[in-house]
């Protein structure tokens, strides 16, 4: 028998009976309407919860990305909310076009001071609740069915009471039936009926259903079927708008508000990040993201993500995972080899391409820029590491752009320094492993002293000659011979030296830096005598003396006996 046997303590969800259901065809191709929670909800669950100066620096940032529906507090709950929420109102932080949201206890004396804390918001949208699941039912408030639901509409009740006709033409009610998730679907609808019977919705007066996974207990196809049948049940569809608010305790927030849309709901209360109780709330950066990777306006602002994530962890005290979707440092990083030269000419390959040309870069759904973050985090070097991502590197951080048959070399050396490190190696160790390993490498071959002479009125075959002291394994010489050009005078000086014999067989060169700053690089692969072949690289300032060096950093490949 398994350890993990359940053994009956556990049991499914029960099913909804929903007979012909349409959202798995469906696409999502308009943005819904968005509600962040966090100065609420994603609040509640900080350890340090904020104060009244970074929750209006937090609302402000809000307002940046576009969120149009704020859930800002529950003013009757303390003073420092109360404060806040005033303040939001009489500094003017509040724009015309966006809504505010406060979440109160349909009590009379919680109502009233609510009424109070947002009196002067032009629009505002008064949420209330209770708990109807048939465990909240026996344990927290040991009622009836008819009880709970009698507490719901007494709740409307109340507010209505309080409000006056002015009230009536800036407040919209939302109404959420808490533990959802957990309660009978025909019993959740016959609650919702009766609020909205009693709040009096209309096309002109729509009243916001929030249908939340408070506690996320099934998969989301089960949600999703749990939307559309409520949509189908409610009566006077028109008036109503459905909204989700997704928790993550099964760690599959995101597709159940995904699928929640499918099944028809037109609004998504949720956090940036996820934060929220236990596992946290809906990520609305990622739902939003996922919309935009398919092509559609999500209409919140996204595209400076890492400024957005630095002022998200300032203000909360949390920390973004390295991991999360499209904010996560690491998620726009390949390891792997495969994964490294896939990304690198996938890349190259766009350099040639209009910039909104369709987006089909390997690994990458979709292009860092678009939400600010930068190439230079895409490849990370460690031991499994292929032979393109060193390569890549230097070519984006440095300009050094080598033959793709060099790869194999450099990416040996840089692998074997990660495996003897054990960690990563940065930019500027990949660098100079380069620098050390191919142009400043003098191990067997050094030149003391160089010069190079057109031949005037000389053939082609014989138009240069090199003259250079140099040094083979210590040994001091002196050599000289005529060539088709500088590195074929070198070469063939080289003959008279205890050197291999080799030939060039590659030959690739290019330019680096700008201005005055401008230098040749070149690279050069040998193949010598008994069949072994070796790379190297030169830089200098003449395109000539770059290739000669890198003659020099090849036969320094040559491994010592």
């Known amino acids: 028998m398994s350890v993990m046997n359940p053994n009956g303590k556990y049991a499914p969800i029960p099913s909804i009976p929903l007979e012909k259901r349409t959202w798995p065809s469906r696409r999502i191709t308009r943005a819904p309407v968005w509600c962040s929670v966090d100065l609420r909800d994603g ?43 005033r303040r939001l109102i009489t500094e003017n932080h509040i724009p015309e076009d966006v809504t505010i949201q406060v979440l109160c206890q349909a009590r009379e004396a919680l109502v009233k001071k609510t009424m109070e804390a947002i009196k002067g918001a032009p629009h505002v949208i008064f949420h209330i609740y209770n708990s109807t699941s048939p465990a909240q039912r026996k344990y927290t408030f040991n009622k009836s069915k008819e009880e709970i639901k009698q507490i719901a509409i007494d709740g409307v009740r109340c507010i209505k009471s309080c409000m006056s006709a002015e009230d009536l033409k800036r407040i919209r009610l939302e109404y959420s039936p808490e533990s959802y998730s957990m309660t009978e679907i025909d019993y959740a609808i016959e609650i919702c009926e009766a609020v909205k019977a009693e709040w009096g919705a209309s096309p002109e007066n729509k009243i916001i259903m929030n249908l939340p996974t408070t506690v996320e207990c099934y998969t989301p196809n089960v949600y999703a079927d749990s939307i559309e049948y409520f949509a189908q049940h409610i009566s006077d569809r028109e008036n109503v708008i459905i909204s989700t608010h997704c928790h993550n305790d099964r760690g599959t927030g995101v597709a159940s508000a995904e699928l929640g849309l499918l099944a028809g709901a037109d609004r998504v209360e949720g956090c940036l990040f996820g934060n929220g109780e236990r596992t946290g709330n809906l990520d609305i950066v990622n739902v939003a993201l996922n919309m935009f990777a398919e092509g559609v306006d999500p209409e919140l602002d996204f595209r400076n993500i890492e400024e957005i994530r630095a002022e998200y962890e300032k203000f909360t005290g949390m920390e973004v995972g390295p991991r999360v979707p499209y904010a996560g440092e690491l998620v726009f990083t390949a390891f792997s080899g495969s994964h490294q030269d896939a990304i690198r000419k996938g890349m190259a390959a766009r350099t040639a391409m209009d910039k909104n040309a369709l987006w089909d870069v390997p690994y990458l759904y979709i292009d860092p820029h678009d939400i600010g973050r930068q190439y230079e985090g895409i490849i990370r070097i460690n031991s499994q590491s292929g032979k393109g991502g060193a390569a890549f590197i230097l070519e984006q951080d440095y300009g050094i752009s080598l033959p793709k048959a060099m790869h194999p070399a450099l990416g040996l050396v840089v692998k074997n320094e990660a495996d003897r ?69 070198f070469v063939n000086a080289l003959t008279s030296t205890p050197a291999p014999r080799f030939n060039v067989t590659s030959f690739h060169e290019h330019s680096i830096g700008t201005g005055r700053d401008t230098s040749a690089i070149a690279y050069i692969q040998i193949t010598c005598e008994d069949g072994n072949q070796y790379w190297g690289a030169g830089k200098s300032t003449s395109i000539g003396r770059a290739g000669i060096n890198a003659v020099v950093s090849a036969l320094n490949q040559i491994p010592q006996a």
Request: charged share 25%; glycine share 8%; proline share 3%.
């Open 43 to 85: 609040n509640q669950a900080l350890i340090n919860p904020m104060g009244v100066e970074v929750k209006l620096a937090f609302f402000d940032l809000l307002v940046k990305i576009g969120f149009k529906e704020i859930e800002v507090g529950f003013p009757a709950a303390s003073d420092t909310e109360y404060e806040y929420i």
């Open 421 to 489: 490190q054990q960690r990563e190696l940065q930019a500027k160790e990949i660098y100079d492993i380069f620098v050390k390993n191919w142009i400043e490498n003098r191990s067997n071959l050094n030149v003391l002293d160089l010069n190079e002479t057109n031949i005037e009125g000389a053939q082609e075959a014989q138009s240069s000659a090199v003259r250079a002291v140099v040094e083979w394994k210590g040994e001091k010489l002196s050599i000289g011979e005529k060539g088709n050009g500088p590195i074929d005078a």
